[in-house]
């Protein structure tokens, strides 16, 4: 079975939690006896971020990590550290905001397909890690709306708002009639469209963007208040 490591947690002496994300069943944790002993041949095909095909077997609390054969350890990712840190920050998301065996094949096709990408660029531009993060969201049900305003739907009158909490833009004409105005943020016509491109916009081409810190502070605050959890951001 296919599988991509996410994290990698202590467990007893020699032993360790490996949780992956895997093509068929989901989110999974499996116990890796003898993983931290020297002699262990497994060990180093169950680095984070790594592509593995993995057997196990059940066991009474935990099913127990049998074979591991690594398909891509993402050999540039590792001599990269803006790639590593980038990489590591989309797995751990994953580990954190995905629950156990909710099977989402979907999930597992993303998170290989940024891996693949983040190995093969030379330059690795912080945007596709928030593409990573607003597609990973929809996937979970959360999607933006940033094609017209979420309350009288109007997509034409040139200046909007975005509210976090709604999770989509809203015009001026509404924004000033709201009696709750936190968690609301100016956005910019051009802005709207740089989300999109984050959105629907080719890896290549987010790559290219130019790095608008507005919208990535935008981003992470969405990310916080829709999964009640203080995610940090690179």
């Known amino acids: 079975m296919h599988a991509i490591v996410l994290k990698r947690r202590d467990f007893r002496e020699y032993d360790q939690v490996i949780s992956f994300y ?4 989901g989110k999974i944790s499996l116990l890796a006896k003898g993983i931290k002993k020297i002699t262990s041949k497994n ?6 971020c790594s592509l593995v095909n993995i057997d196990l077997a059940k066991g009474r609390e935990i099913d127990h990590l ?7 350890i993402f050999k540039c990712i590792r001599k990269d550290l803006t790639k590593s840190f980038a990489s590591k920050y989309v797995v751990e998301l994953v580990e954190r905001l995905v629950k156990h ?6 999930i597992f096709n993303l998170l290989q397909k940024y891996l693949i990408f983040i190995d093969s660029v ?3 531009n912080r945007g596709i890690v928030y ?5 990973l969201f929809v996937l979970l049900g959360f999607y933006p709306n940033i094609t017209m ?7 034409n009158k040139g200046k909007y708002w975005f509210d976090v909490k709604e999770g989509g833009v809203i015009c001026d004409d509404c924004h000033s009639t709201m009696m709750d105005q936190n968690n609301v943020y100016n956005i910019s016509a051009q802005q709207l469209e740089y989300m ?4 629907e916009g080719t890896m290549d081409v987010v790559n290219q963007l130019e790095e608008d810190k507005k919208i990535f502070k935008l981003i992470k605050n969405y990310i916080i208040f829709h999964s009640e959890s203080n995610i940090q951001t690179i």
């Open 122 to 124: 030379d330059t690795l």
């Open 101 to 106: 065996e909710e099977n989402n094949k979907e």
């Open 196 to 199: 999109h491109t984050l959105f």
């Open 149 to 155: 305003c979420s309350y009288c739907h109007d997509n």
């Open 22 to 25: 895997t093509e068929n069943l």
């Open 131 to 135: 593409s990573f993060i607003l597609n």
């Open 66 to 72: 049998t074979k591991v054969q690594n398909i891509n």
């Open 43 to 48: 060990s180093s095909n169950l680095l984070p």
